[in-house]
């Protein structure tokens, strides 16, 4: 079966069908429904490897994060795959680890696979590997960064840093900690940024918060690291924002393992709340960010740029973070309490 059969099938032209198949949105609905009837009724299935030697594009998008075992990339992920697949679009996906080199060759293979376009959480925002794509013709748009050449979707993480500490220091607490990943990745600066904006305008020095860097991905692991750091050599810290969830989760394990009562010694402020936030055994206080919507608005963007080219606007969208009370956060002591190590 050709697209030629499906044309006569439809009565329209070949260029009509290709654009059902190739872009959709240039067909008006009646038309776009009668030719889609007409690939049921004779069984047409596209050949994707026709249309790339003939210098095309796949209906493939990738999409490149950091760390796939955070269940915040998990959550966007499923947002980017259900947006794609109901445009038409076959979502690949590929995790960079945070490593420069490994995300360089996936976005070397993503091209050689003539991909419509790529949504990426860069390790390096100003790696030249992005604009070599964009002139090549490959849709480009950054999650979490904001670059103006490129389209780009972020939350504004200053705004969630300072949500997290104005929220620990309404409660009394004057010792914060904060704990992150690399502040080489932008996302955990700017929530550091946030917190210190925060003890800026209540008179507090920067040093009123202690940054605890640990590991490379912000896991639960590190967070466990974290604690014993706390413990050792920051007895004076009553209260810690985590720049993800994992992290918190991880340190008020450690924290509970040192004897240390969480929220009744130390209160713990997660970030992007995961499913696992609401539903651990002590709820976690976070910051939500909107994954779906993140996916969503991201994914229909890409799709545009693939679409319409150099006539395609870039548009650099910023949601808003909310800040969600749950169980691990109270009202600082005067003091940071002696710490007990007796279920070390």
């Not at 992005?130 to 993480?157: E, I, K, N, P, Y």
């Not at 080219?309 to 973070?321: D, K, L, N, T």
Request: net charge neutral; proline share 3%; glycine share 8%.
């Amino acid at each position: 079966m050709t697209i030629k059969e499906v044309a006569a099938a439809a009565e329209v032209s070949v260029g009509t069908v290709s654009n059902v198949l190739n872009r959709p949105n240039a067909v008006s609905d009646e038309t776009r429904l009668k030719v889609l009837d007409a690939i049921d009724r004779l069984g047409f299935v596209r050949n994707a490897g026709a249309s790339l030697l003939r210098g095309g594009r796949a209906r493939t998008i990738g999409l490149i994060t950091l760390d796939i075992r955070n269940p915040f990339f998990t959550e966007l992920a499923r947002s980017v795959e259900h947006t794609a697949r109901e445009a038409g679009y076959l979502l690949v996906l590929c995790n960079s680890d945070e490593n420069r080199t490994q995300e360089k060759r996936y976005l070397e293979l993503l091209e050689e696979q003539r991909v419509n376009g790529v949504l990426i959480s860069p390790v390096n925002e100003r790696d030249n590997t992005l604009q070599w794509l964009r002139d090549r013709g490959t849709a480009v748009v950054l999650l979490g960064h904001d670059r103006r050449s490129f389209c780009s979707v972020r939350v504004d993480d200053v705004s969630g840093g300072e949500l997290a500490a104005d929220h620990l220091l309404d409660l009394g607490h004057r010792r914060l900690a904060f704990v992150t990943a690399p502040l080489t990745i932008a996302a955990y600066n700017s929530r550091l940024t946030g917190v210190r904006r925060a003890l800026a305008r209540r008179g507090l020095p920067d040093d009123a918060c202690e940054v605890v860097e640990v590991g490379s991905l912000g896991t639960a692991a590190e967070g466990r690291v974290a604690s014993d750091i706390l413990v050792d050599d920051h007895p004076e810290v009553t209260a810690a924002v985590c720049g993800n969830d994992l992290l918190a989760l991880g340190l008020i394990a450690g924290l509970l393992r040192h004897g240390i009562r969480v929220p009744g010694d130390i209160s713990v402020v997660g970030y992007d709340d995961i499913e696992l936030a609401e539903h651990s055994s002590l709820p976690l206080t976070t910051i939500r960010q909107p994954k779906q919507e993140l996916g969503r608005v991201a994914t229909n963007l890409l799709i545009e740029e693939g679409q319409r080219g150099a006539a395609h606007a870039h548009q650099q969208i910023v949601f808003q973070p909310e800040f969600v009370l749950r169980d691990t956060t109270a009202a600082g002591r005067r003091s940071a309490p002696r710490r007990r190590t007796e279920g070390r």
